[in-house]
């Protein structure tokens, strides 16, 4: 099966400018987050989505950052406007209900870069 | 502040096993020690968990202390492959508290040829 899709891979934007990221999970995952890797550190949660539910987005910059699931299936993540400390990798992941719900499937991530 | 704590780094000879470390004094007793790994330039991948007992699977094996206040990941033939980050994290049984998960800076291990 294929894993989680993400695009684009890099991004290279000057700062103020708005900048948006693309997530397709795996066929069937109902939960969705989007996390924040910044460089020598672990992924930071921003957000999470229970089908088209955002359950928790108390970690996400809501002054600049936004999220969206329409349908309960891809999603998008968008930045406006992007400043210097947002360059990071965003990263995507889902899990599947049920007795397999722990693991956590991530994409490869966006390399974002703000000059 | 992460709930865990490991080495920065390690390095371990190809073919040998690697033995990485985590200390979680503050574990609850309902929480679980999960393990993932990233390769350069990719997403996190998950590897194992466990609550108490001792779990093998096909990746690795993860070996928790009686007190639960420690745990090592062991894997068994360290290849090149093996090389990435690797992060040890405390969490509930619950997939809700996935929005409790920190991640540390991990451990990065350098498997040597």
């Known amino acids: 099966e294929a894993g989680v899709v993400q695009s684009p891979r890099y991004k290279i934007i000057e700062k103020k400018q708005p900048v948006a990221f ?11 987050y989007w996390y924040r890797q910044n460089l020598g550190q ?21 002054d600049r950052f936004s999220a969206e699931r329409l349908k309960g299936v891809d999603s998008t993540l968008k930045i406006q406007p992007a400043e210097l400390g947002d360059s990071a990798v965003y990263l995507c992941a889902s899990t599947p209900t049920g007795k397999r719900a722990y693991e956590q499937y991530f994409g490869p991530g966006t390399r974002l870069t703000v000059t | 502040d992460a709930k865990t704590t490991q080495p920065p780094s390690m390095d371990c000879a190809e073919g040998r096993a690697a033995n990485l470390p985590c200390n979680h004094s503050t ?87």
Request: proline share 6%; net charge negative.
């Open chain 2, 27 to 113: 574990i609850s007793g309902n929480e679980y020690v999960y393990w993932y790994r990233q390769i350069h330039s990719q997403g996190p991948q998950y590897i194992i968990h466990g609550l108490k007992n001792n779990e093998t699977n096909e990746m690795a094996s993860l070996i928790i202390t009686e007190d639960r206040k420690s745990s090592t990941l062991i894997l068994p033939h360290a290849t090149l492959r093996d090389t990435a980050v690797y992060y040890c994290i405390v969490r509930g049984a619950l997939k809700t508290s996935y929005d409790k998960v920190i991640f540390g800076p991990g451990t990065s291990l350098s498997v040597i040829p």
């Open chain 1, 22 to 32: 693309w997530c397709n999970p795996i066929s069937g995952h109902n939960t969705l």
């Open chain 1, 42 to 62: 672990g992924p930071e949660l921003l957000i999470r989505y229970e089908n088209e539910e955002a359950v928790d987005d108390s970690q996400l910059p809501k």
